[in-house]
Structures are given as C-alpha cells and as structure tokens.
C-alpha cells in the first residue's frame, strides 16, 4: 500500500510580523488591531556565514539552513499553532512551527520565503545604520526639521520667538547655555505647536469623516505614532511635528477612521482614503523614516 506524503503547513505568517509599517498593511476583515504598531528596529544580523551556529538570546544554539551560495542561521521554536510563522527583529529570524512538523517541512518553507527572509534582514540592516547618523547638535545655530522643513536655533533672545519667514526660532538663553537647556526649551516649544497643529488638522478630517472623538492627547510612545481606542481616546506622537503636513494628516485620518472601523481591513483603508486619497505617499514617507531617526528622541 503507497503511503501519500505527509501534508506539509503553509507558511502563513503573522500580520504583525510580515512587513515593518509604523502602521500595519491592509489585514483581513475583522482583524483586531485598535492601533498602530510598529517595530523598534534594534541592530539587524546579517546572514550567517558557514559553520558554528551562534547563540539565541536565550543562550539556545541557533539552527542553520543553506540557500545556495548562502547560509542562514534561525532559532526555531515549537508550539501548538497549526501553521509555520516567521518573525524577524533584532535577534535575526525565528519561526515557530507545530510540534508535529519535520525540519525538512521547515527548511523547504524557508526555502520558499527566501526572498522575503532576506530582504527584511537586508531592511534591518539599512535601519541600524540610519541610526547612527549624526544627531542634533544641541548648541547655538543647531537644525532639526519642524513640519518637514528645518529651522535654526539661535540663542540670546528677550523671549521665544517664531520666524516663519527665516525659520529662525530664537530662545531666551545665553549664547553658550547648556545643550540639555536649549534641547528642553526647543522640545517645549515643539510640544506645543504640536498640541495646537494635530488639534486643528483633527477637527477639519473629523468634520470631512463626520465624526466625533472624545479626547485627544500627544504621546511620547517609543512603539507607535498614534492610537485610537474604542472609547474615542485618540493619541499622537509628538514627535510627527517634524514630518511635513501631509505626514500629520495622514495619521490624524489614520487614527479617526479607526472610530468607523476599529481594525486595518480592506473597509479601513477605504475609509482613509475617502477622506485623505494621498495616504499611500505619506504612509511611505513614515516608514522610511523610523522614530529613533527623529530629533529629539
């Protein structure tokens, strides 16, 4: 009697896991996902070279697999789920499988995502060294962007002022104050026209969306640029002030349309651009730009 071969799982992966948005990709009707997350990008491994595996952050051996000319190292993890998921973050790839799935099941899967593997590591890898570009010089004549375009700092004012023309922002300290001074006087100064900007651009697409939200506050969040709550509780990240207009609204439609849809089904994205059509644009603009960039984090 010929034995049929053992079914072997999807690949399925986790929607959370399958790209790196600061907000999530259009999911499946029904998804629960009342914010939006996206990834903290810690330094990315490079695939592996032939021969010792290394160790897992758990202090486990890392198993290898060949690709052709390439050799790539993953922690495998087994649990009660019924397909095989993939994640890659700081600590390079790890799959969870079922129990009853053999290694060979998991190398051809990983086979099949190859290219998906080693582009997201290849993304990792670009992310870490964007990280190390230079930071703000926090002293007199020091720049960082103010909605998408950059202003200059220059010290020994009478009082705090704004020239939108020269885009000259003047602090009323001494020309040789403390960088920690001047970045908490400029920080100060960005929170509040944050709180006046995200106010007024979400009561102009909540009126074009016709809804109504009960509360809005900025956030510092290290894991996401804004939320909404099934409550009406919207929050944003202080930090998109130094994203152009367009980035602002973006989020502000992202996060009012989750009160007509509380989740990122194709009906969500259809609600964002029913009232912001150029999203797709702005949405690529925040991923290109991950948060640990951003002056003043």
Not at 101 to 130: G, S
Not at 170 to 194: C, F, M, N, S, Y
Request: overall charge positive; hydrophobic content about 40%.
């Amino acid at each position: 009697m010929q034995k049929s071969p053992t079914p072997r799982p999807n690949a399925a992966l986790d929607n959370r896991q399958l790209d790196l948005p600061l907000f999530a990709e259009p999911a499946p009707v029904g998804a629960p996902d009342a914010a939006s997350p996206f990834l903290e990008p810690p330094p990315s491994p490079s695939p592996g070279k032939p021969g010792k595996a290394p160790l897992a952050p758990d202090g486990t051996r890392l198993r290898t697999v060949a690709l052709g000319a390439r050799t790539l190292h993953y922690q495998l993890k087994r649990s009660s789920r019924k397909s095989i998921g993939f994640a890659i973050d700081g600590s390079g790839l790890s799959i969870t499988a079922p129990r009853w799935v053999t290694l060979a099941d998991i190398e051809t899967a990983i086979a099949e995502k190859q290219r998906w593997i080693f582009a997201k590591l290849a993304e990792w890898q670009t992310r870490t060294e964007q990280r190390a570009l230079p930071r703000v010089n926090w002293g007199d004549g020091a720049q960082l962007p103010f909605l998408g375009k950059p202003v200059t700092v220059k010290l020994g004012a009478a009082s705090l002022a704004f020239d939108e023309e020269t885009r000259v922002l003047v602090l009323p300290l001494p020309p040789h104050a403390d960088a920690q001074q001047i970045k908490d006087r400029v920080t100060g100064w960005l929170q509040a026209e944050a709180k006046r900007i995200f106010g007024e651009r979400l009561d102009v697409y909540a009126a074009k969306l016709g809804v109504a939200f009960r509360s809005y506050a900025l956030s510092s969040a290290a894991t996401r640029w804004g939320s909404c709550s099934s409550e009406g509780r919207i929050r944003l990240n202080w930090r998109l002030i130094h994203f152009p207009l367009s980035v602002v609204d973006y989020v502000v439609a992202h996060e009012l349309a989750h009160l007509r849809e509380m989740n990122h089904s194709p009906r969500f994205w259809e609600t964002v651009e029913s009232i912001f059509p150029e999203f797709r644009e702005a949405r690529k603009a925040l991923k290109q730009h991950p948060p640990e960039m951003v002056p003043g984090m």
